[in-house]
């Protein structure tokens, strides 16, 4: 059994490091307040993330980066992305030797557009890492905690660091899958938030069922296409981290990204909707990531397009809506087929 440090005492933090605990595993779980941690370690609950679970007993609160990473050879990174280059940062002068990077974080960095695995290999020297892996996948904490049926996928360019996360957390109730396409199912498990802001805002808007089948569908399509011009396999998008998140992000009522959405759909401007949800919604800052990454890599994205505008430019949503709608013209897959026959002519084949 191996000692874990869990960064991150959020919902998914502690419901991984829960997974992780209920394999028998040691967990040492940092988070940034005192209260929190005493709560932890005392009562062996997390009131404010997942209200009414009882912790196990291995699962150690801590509020001190390094003790939390000392003599550890595994770390999970699990703050929200705007987190991750500080607790990066902490961690740093504490690692000796070589450590295996997990992160179950789903964003993409404003302005450098970095994903999260690059932000790791920029702030964490080649010498102290052993590998880089990424679990994403339909997967709320509030059901993860209760130890209900989720599948997720773990991917690294390390074959051998891949099989060992899927390991470290497979277990009757938490179904994981590998994967070697990093590109991909990082850019799934970010995008996807932008689009669950969609459907809820589709929802509050009082749209129906077709209007968020088609969000989420065109989502999706629009997800391959910055994906795959990115580098990704495209049919990673058709897998847990692709249309799997999607589903569950855009039709559950745990979803931050959502519920958001639905605020904002019922006519709340973006800071009252923040303040309301008072846990991270992903999806604000990935959208402006992916609105310049459209722009970057020369991808049509709609949806994004028109979610950045209701964000930030004060659109009304039924107007964005309105003008999705009344686009011209376009065939369904032929854009994504291009950019695939670009990679082909340029021998980048993603296949
Ligand atoms: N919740 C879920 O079901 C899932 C979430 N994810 C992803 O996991 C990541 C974390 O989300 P989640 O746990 O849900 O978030 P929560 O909002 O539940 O918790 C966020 C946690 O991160 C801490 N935190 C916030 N900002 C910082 C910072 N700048 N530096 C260090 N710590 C910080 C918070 O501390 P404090 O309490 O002190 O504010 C809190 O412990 C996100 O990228 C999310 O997309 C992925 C899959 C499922
Ligand atoms: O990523 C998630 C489920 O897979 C959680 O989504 P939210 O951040 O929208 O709650």
Redesign the pocket.
Known sequence: MTKIAVI??????TALAMVLADNGHTVNLW???KE?ITEINSRHTNE??LPDVLLPNNIIGCDDIGEAVKDVETILL??????IR??LGQIKPHLKGPVLFIH????IEPHTSKRISEMIEEEIPESKREAVVVLSGP????EVCHRQPTTVAVASYDEKAAHKVQDLFINQYFRVYTNDDVIGVEIGGALK?IIALGAGISDGLGYGDNAKAALITRGLAEISRLGTKMGAHPLTFTGLAGMGDLIVTCTSV?SRNWRAGNLLGKGHDLDETLEEMG??V?GVRTTEAAYYLSEREDVDLPITAAIYDVLFNQKSAKLAVDELMGRGKTSEIGELTDILAEKLEEGNSPF
């Open positions: 991150g005492a959020g919902s998914w933090g988070g940034r307040r929190q404010r993330y699990v703050t929200p992305t705007k987190g500080d607790v179950g974080s789903k964003g997967s709320h904490a509030e938030n745990h846990m991270v992903e």
